[in-house]
């Protein structure tokens, strides 16, 4: 066995084993179902020290039988999506304790890990799309499992977008395959570009129906105010991955020449631009965190779309700017999730000025949720600067995105400031200890160290 089939053989059988076993771990007990979290938890963090020692030593290459191909930016994305599971898992423990699917959601969300990281590694069409059928049927599963009315509704329409993102993406890659002469490699050397890039078209679409950026949000506002808000939490941040990572692989390794790059890029940019402008606007009249969150996610992809459409001029750039401002997103929406999850079970309400005086009763959770929401915004020196700051720095060559991307990181200050500034006003919050705090300033920590990794990173693909 190689260095490379060591490096994802660790995890795959590691999260089948652990998904499988929790099942039958579980006897309605509260010490069972501690076993259960501590087993979850224990595998994540083996998986997530593999990833990271793998990434250290430079573990690079093709695995299994060169179906993936193991890289920086796949070790920062699936990285990603295990520090967000981890954080979930971490402030979720309390919340489904009393749940009668409370092992299947542990078991789905290791499943979906398992996927993610798959994407994030592919190099093979067949790799995606196995991998996307693993990951995307667990999590919409997961936003239904709450089983109340509220989490149905959200999860069926969660669950609809899916089927046409699904359907889209297969027919998208029978033309990419197609183009590429029946070969299921992402390595295409001389694909048949007319062929290609409409097959991409349709690529770009049903991935944009998972990252949620417009116009294919719909689905965000309904989801992410009436799902429970720890299966929220997972599908705001790990399942984001999922997307992002598919996206990213299917243009990583492909050389497009004129005009062909030109069109791709000017659908990215389209996006990009739709995004940020509607998911501001939008955001700017909620006073409601859930509200405020779905349409500030959408703001989020735009800015990701940055960094997709300058994967044709500034490639290696524009990939690191995706894979730190994926890393910074995910765990700040992770955190910020959990912390809604408390104020909700709390006080029962969710609107802003249900923060007032956090500060005065729980000063170490008002900072830890600022720096997540500043992380958002992005604020130096934490890892949300620094995947802005990259996916801008890619968009030199094309400076009219540069400014729309500046003006729309400064007008998302509107709705992320308050946020903050609620918190600190007087008031008479008071929130118990629980999972969810830890989670919270688990996340927090996480925002700060890797800010200080972030600029290591960029010179190391840069």
Do not use: C
């Given at each position: 066995?190689?260095?490379?089939?060591?490096?994802?053989?660790?995890?795959?059988?590691?999260?089948?084993?652990?998904?499988?076993?929790?099942?039958?771990?579980?006897?309605?007990?509260?010490?069972?179902?501690?076993?259960?979290?501590?087993?979850?938890?224990?595998?994540?963090?083996?998986?997530?020290?593999?990833?990271?020692?793998g990434m250290g030593l430079n573990v690079e290459g093709y695995a299994f039988s060169e179906?993936?191909?193991?890289?920086?930016?796949?070790?920062?994305?699936?990285?990603?999506?295990?520090?967000?599971?981890?954080?979930?898992?971490?402030?979720?423990?309390?919340?489904?304790?009393?749940?009668?699917?409370?092992?299947?959601?542990?078991?789905?969300?290791?499943?979906?890990?398992?996927?993610?990281?798959?994407?994030?590694?592919?190099?093979?069409?067949?790799?995606?799309?196995?991998?996307?059928a693993i990951a995307s049927a667990a999590s919409y599963a997961i936003a239904m499992i709450?089983?109340?009315?509220?989490?149905?509704?959200?999860?069926?329409?969660?669950?609809?977008?899916?089927?046409?993102?699904?359907?889209?993406?297969?027919?998208?890659?029978?033309?990419?395959?197609?183009?590429?002469?029946?070969?299921?490699?992402?390595?295409?050397?001389?694909?048949?570009?007319?062929?290609?890039?409409?097959?991409?078209?349709?690529?770009?679409?049903?991935?944009?129906?998972?990252?949620?950026?417009?116009?294919?949000?719909?689905?965000?506002?309904?989801?992410?105010?009436?799902?429970?808000?720890?299966?929220?939490?997972?599908?705001?941040?790990?399942?984001?991955?999922?997307?992002?990572?598919?996206?990213?692989?299917?243009?990583?390794?492909?050389?497009?020449?004129?005009?062909?790059?030109?069109?791709?890029?000017?659908?990215?940019?389209?996006?990009?631009?739709?995004?940020?402008?509607?998911?501001?606007?939008?955001?700017?009249?909620?006073?409601?965190?859930?509200?405020?969150?779905?349409?500030?996610?959408?703001?989020?992809?735009?800015?990701?779309?940055?960094?997709?459409?300058?994967?044709?001029?500034?490639?290696?750039?524009?990939?690191?700017?995706?894979?730190?401002?994926?890393?910074?997103?995910?765990?700040?929406?992770?955190?910020?999730?959990?912390?809604?999850?408390?104020?909700?079970?709390?006080?029962?309400?969710?609107?802003?000025?249900?923060?007032?005086?956090?500060?005065?009763?729980?000063?170490?959770?008002?900072?830890?949720?600022?720096?997540?929401?500043?992380?958002?915004?992005?604020?130096?020196?934490?890892?949300?600067?620094?995947?802005?700051?990259?996916?801008?720095?890619?968009?030199?060559?094309?400076?009219?995105?540069?400014?729309?991307?500046?003006?729309?990181?400064?007008?998302?200050?509107?709705?992320?400031?308050?946020?903050?500034?609620?918190?600190?006003?007087?008031?008479?919050?008071?929130?118990?200890?629980?999972?969810?705090?830890?989670?919270?300033?688990?996340?927090?920590?996480?925002?700060?160290?890797?800010?200080?990794?972030?600029?290591?990173?960029?010179?190391?693909?840069?």
């Amino acid at each position: 066995m190689s260095p490379t089939d060591f490096v994802l053989a660790v995890p795959t059988l590691l999260l089948t084993a652990v998904a499988i076993a929790v099942l039958y771990v579980d006897k309605g007990t509260d010490s069972s179902f501690s076993k259960v979290t501590w087993s979850a938890l224990g595998s994540l963090v083996v998986v997530l020290a593999v990833l990271a020692v793998g990434m250290g030593l430079n573990v690079e290459g093709y695995a299994f039988s060169e179906t993936v191909f193991v890289d920086l930016i796949g070790y920062l994305l699936a990285i990603g999506a295990t520090l967000a599971t981890l954080i979930t898992l971490v402030g979720a423990k309390a919340h489904i304790e009393g749940w009668k699917t409370r092992t299947s959601f542990v078991s789905l969300v290791l499943l979906t890990l398992m996927g993610t990281i798959f994407i994030s590694f592919a190099a093979n069409v067949l790799v995606i799309v196995s991998s996307w059928a693993i990951a995307s049927a667990a999590s919409y599963a997961i936003a239904m499992i709450r089983k109340d009315y509220s989490s149905a509704d959200a999860g069926i329409k969660y669950l609809v977008m899916g089927l046409v993102s699904s359907s889209l993406m297969i027919f998208g890659f029978s033309l990419y395959v197609l183009s590429s002469g029946f070969d299921f490699s992402l390595f295409i050397n001389d694909p048949v570009l007319p062929l290609f890039v409409l097959g991409s078209f349709f690529l770009i679409v049903a991935f944009s129906f998972k990252i949620g950026a417009f116009p294919f949000q719909a689905w965000l506002p309904d989801v992410y105010a009436n799902a429970d808000r720890v299966t929220v939490t997972f599908i705001s941040s790990t399942s984001k991955v999922i997307g992002i990572a598919a996206l990213l692989r299917v243009f990583e390794f492909v050389n497009i020449t004129y005009p062909y790059k030109l069109y791709l890029f000017l659908a990215f940019a389209v996006i990009s631009v739709g995004s940020m402008f509607v998911g501001n606007v939008t955001a700017f009249s909620r006073r409601d965190l859930p509200s405020i969150l779905a349409f500030s996610s959408v703001t989020q992809a735009g800015f990701l779309m940055i960094g997709f459409a300058m994967l044709f001029f500034q490639p290696k750039i524009a990939e690191i700017g995706i894979s730190v401002q994926t890393l910074g997103y995910v765990i700040a929406q992770a955190g910020i999730f959990l912390f809604i999850n408390l104020i909700d079970k709390s006080v029962g309400d969710t609107s802003l000025s249900s923060l007032n005086g956090l500060s005065t009763s729980d000063r170490p959770l008002a900072l830890g949720v600022s720096l997540l929401v500043l992380s958002l915004l992005g604020i130096p020196p934490l890892i949300g600067f620094w995947g802005k700051l990259f996916l801008f720095e890619s968009s030199f060559v094309q400076p009219w995105l540069l400014v729309l991307g500046v003006i729309n990181s400064a007008i998302s200050a509107g709705y992320y400031i308050p946020i903050v500034r609620e918190m600190f006003k007087p008031g008479n919050l008071k929130l118990p200890e629980s999972p969810e705090r830890d989670g919270v300033v688990m996340a927090a920590v996480l925002t700060v160290a890797v800010g200080f990794i972030a600029p290591l990173l960029f010179l190391l693909v840069v």
